[in-house]
């Protein structure tokens, strides 16, 4: 298991990147490999069930593990077939704005081909 993060400021403040990050309906707007995501609920909680879809139509279940609303921290495993992923997201006061990252666990190659993607959906994530 490998593990990999990536980290982005921007200008968004912090309320506003982690409002992005817990309500599923906004995911597709910032995240470029999101179509649409299917939950019970809008806000993330831990336990929360459901499934991501990916712009190639993939649908990929996810649970979330942990949400931390004080310190805008919050985790989640997905899974294709028998690739599984943990990504942990974190969301802080930055001069420029906020900061976003995600650390990545997982296989590296899986890692390394999809850190491209998370890198624009964070950098989208931190604009106004």
């Known amino acids: 298991m490998a593990r990999l993060t990536l980290d982005v400021t921007g200008p968004a403040t912090p309320a506003t990147v982690w409002e992005r990050y817990v309500r599923v309906d906004r995911w597709a707007?910032?995240?470029?490999?999101?179509?649409g995501v299917h939950t019970d609920v809008l806000c993330i909680t831990p336990a929360l069930q459901g499934t991501v879809e990916s712009f190639a139509g993939l649908r990929i279940p996810f649970v979330v593990e942990s949400v931390d609303h004080r310190h805008r921290t919050w985790a989640w495993r997905v899974r294709l077939g028998p690739v599984r992923l943990r990504l942990h997201h974190a969301v802080r006061p930055d001069p420029q704005g906020s900061a976003a990252s995600v650390t990545l666990h997982g296989p590296m190659p899986v890692l390394a081909g999809y850190a491209p993607l998370a890198r624009v959906a964070l950098r989208r994530l931190v604009r106004p």
């Open 29 to 35: 707007s910032w995240s470029p490999q999101i179509r």
